[in-house]
């Protein structure tokens, strides 16, 4: 089983960027899908977007033309660059592994990172 970290977060100005990165441990990365996540105070947390190991992506409606989440099978790594960020995209964002097709579902995933924190100001 994988381990995750992220990493990336930070406090950036709307119409902003920044990068994402989830850095996985083990050699079974390219089995799994990814999934990125999103949770703020008092909000349930949020599907943004997945890879799957095919390469198909998916994105929440509220993030597509901004977000993009891409993988690095051979540095283990999945990210999620993030542009034209707007206040409502705070959150804390964690990265997730699952080996199910359920992609938005945030029970199928069975790994989850420590999540980092995004914050824009308006």
């Known amino acids: 089983q994988v381990q995750l970290v992220e990493s990336g977060g930070g406090l950036v100005q709307a119409g902003g960027s920044l990068r994402l990165s989830c850095a996985a441990s083990?050699?079974?990365?390219?089995?799994?899908?990814m999934g990125w996540f999103r949770q703020a105070p008092g909000k349930e947390r949020e599907f943004v977007a997945a890879?799957?190991?095919?390469?198909?992506?998916y994105y929440l409606d509220s993030v597509k033309g901004r977000f993009t989440i891409s993988r690095d099978n051979a540095k283990n790594t999945v990210y999620l660059q993030m542009n034209s960020l707007k206040p409502e995209d705070t959150a804390v964002y964690s990265c997730?592994?699952?080996?199910?097709?359920?992609?938005?579902?945030?029970?199928?995933?069975?790994?989850w990172g420590q999540g980092t924190q995004v914050t824009v100001s308006s």
């Open positions: 890879i799957s190991r095919g390469n198909s992506l």
């Open positions: 083990g050699r079974t990365f390219s089995n799994y899908a």
């Open positions: 997730a592994a699952t080996y199910s097709d359920a992609y938005r579902l945030p029970a199928v995933y069975n790994v």
